[in-house]
């Protein structure tokens, strides 16, 4: 059965936009997976639709790659790196939703923004999430508290426009699609980060192009996630949010 990561709790007004209906994808076949994982998991994944907005550019101010690269990346320079929450921290993440009344989704955004921000720098970020592209604030809390960045995630979610295919994809991705085979591209992201639940817990899988980071630059970023998520779960405050 397929549970609801990321089930949309806000009225349709909240953010001054229709949110379209959740779109739960089904799990994918587990034998594709890496063999880190348990052999017959119960995995899950659930997206959700933005409302697409005005077309704009996102004005990055911050760079995300140790390197550059020239084309995709070949199966043997992806890796794979997975950040299993602890039950406490993934029970955290769906009680923090619930007082919220947003998505899980978004603060884990937020939280990745805030991760960013320690690990890279400070900075506005493009971020492909799904089939639309965001501005991501990847700042401190001197700058933005918890309850200001997950309104600025939502805000910045239903402003949101659906990405051209022209356009360059951005480096940095956040995706509902689970966990996937190494051979599966990263359709151009110099990182992609795959969330789904794995047996009742939040999985976050951060795949990545060694030719454009350092390994120890993405350990520092799976090691700083947890603790922004903590941060935005326990200092967020839904009526600010309600706000927004």
């Given at each position: 059965?397929?549970?609801?990561?990321f089930?949309?709790?806000?009225?349709?007004?909240?953010?001054?936009?229709?949110?379209?209906?959740?779109?739960?994808?089904?799990?994918?076949?587990?034998?594709?997976?890496?063999?880190?994982?348990?052999?017959?998991?119960?995995?899950?994944?659930?997206?959700?639709?933005?409302?697409?907005?005005?077309?704009?550019?996102?004005?990055?101010?911050?760079?995300?790659?140790?390197?550059?690269?020239?084309?995709?990346?070949?199966e043997?320079?992806?890796?794979?790196?997975?950040?299993?929450?602890?039950?406490?921290?993934?029970?955290?993440?769906?009680?923090?939703?619930?007082?919220?009344?947003?998505?899980?989704?978004?603060?884990?955004?937020?939280?990745?923004?805030?991760?960013?921000?320690?690990?890279?720098?400070?900075?506005?970020?493009?971020?492909?999430?799904?089939?639309?592209?965001?501005?991501?604030?990847?700042?401190m809390?001197?700058?933005?508290?918890?309850?200001?960045?997950?309104?600025?995630?939502?805000?910045?979610?239903?402003?949101?426009?659906?990405?051209?295919?022209?356009?360059?994809?951005?480096?940095?991705?956040?995706?509902?699609?689970?966990?996937?085979?190494?051979?599966?591209?990263?359709?151009?992201?110099?990182l992609?980060?795959?969330a789904?639940?794995?047996?009742?817990?939040?999985?976050?899988?951060?795949?990545?192009?060694?030719r454009?980071?350092?390994?120890?630059?993405?350990?520092?970023?799976?090691?700083?996630f947890?603790?922004?998520l903590?941060?935005?779960?326990?200092?967020?405050?839904?009526?600010?949010?309600?706000?927004?």
């Open positions: 059965m397929v549970a609801p990561l089930q949309d709790r806000v009225r349709v007004d909240s953010f001054g936009a229709d949110v379209l209906a959740v779109d739960v994808l089904a799990a994918p076949d587990a034998s594709q997976f890496s063999a880190s994982l348990p052999s017959t998991p119960d995995i899950s994944t659930a997206g959700f639709d933005l409302v697409v907005g005005h077309a704009r550019d996102i004005a990055a101010t911050l760079t995300l790659t140790d390197y550059e690269a020239h084309g995709l990346p070949a043997s320079d992806l890796c794979r790196v997975g950040l299993e929450l602890p039950p406490v921290l993934s029970a955290e993440l769906d009680g923090a939703a619930a007082h919220l009344g947003i998505l899980n989704g978004k603060i884990l955004i937020a939280a990745l923004g805030r991760a960013v921000a320690r690990t890279i720098g400070r900075g506005v970020l493009a971020v492909d999430v799904d089939a639309h592209i965001i501005a991501l604030d990847c700042v809390p001197a700058e933005l508290d918890a309850t200001e960045m997950i309104a600025h995630v939502c805000s910045a979610l239903v402003a949101s426009t659906g990405r051209h295919h022209e356009q360059q994809p951005a480096d940095l991705s956040f995706r509902c699609a689970g966990p996937v085979s190494a051979d599966e591209p990263l359709a151009g992201h110099a992609e980060l795959r789904y639940r794995c047996n009742g817990l939040v999985q976050i899988d951060f795949w990545y192009d060694t454009r980071f350092e390994a120890y630059t993405i350990e520092e970023l799976t090691e700083q947890p603790l922004a903590i941060e935005i779960t326990s200092e967020a405050v839904p009526e600010e949010i309600d706000a927004a």
